[in-house]
């Protein structure tokens, strides 16, 4: 079983930059970062391959958000610009042991235990 720990979350004001982290215990084929505000759905945010590292994200954070991996450290970053109190969630990292599609959460075997973000104004 993989282990994914992430770290990087807390409370910044509007405009600001926040960068998580996610290592994994072991290389995945895919990682990906999600997010479930209060009273709403988990939503796909961004992921990477990691071999090729082809990125995807979602329209609302793409030109903010960039996701990025250290091969050979197993650790995946996920940076995040331009904050607006939208983006005020729990954020999840996910590995997959193969590629599957890359915002379908349920086409990852691994997820990490969330990190809260807050933005506040």
């Known amino acids: 079983q993989v282990q994914l720990v992430e770290s990087g979350g807390g409370l910044v004001q509007v405009g600001g930059s926040l960068t998580l982290s996610c290592v994994a215990s072991?290389?995945?084929?895919?990682m990906g970062w999600f997010r479930q505000a209060p009273g709403k759905e988990r939503e796909f945010v961004a992921s990477?391959?990691?071999?090729?590292?082809?990125?995807y994200y979602a329209d609302s954070v793409k030109g903010r958000f960039t996701v990025s991996r250290d091969y050979f450290r197993n650790t995946g970053h996920l940076q995040m610009n331009s904050l607006s109190r939208e983006d005020t969630a729990v954020y999840s990292c996910?590995?997959?042991?193969?590629?599957?599609?890359?915002?379908?959460?349920?086409?990852?075997?691994?997820w990490g235990q969330g990190t809260q973000v807050t933005v506040s104004s």
């Open positions: 996910a590995g997959g042991r193969y590629y599957r599609g890359y915002d379908n959460p349920q086409r990852y075997d691994y």
């Open positions: 072991e290389r995945v084929a895919i």
């Open positions: 990477i391959l990691w071999s090729s590292q082809d990125t």
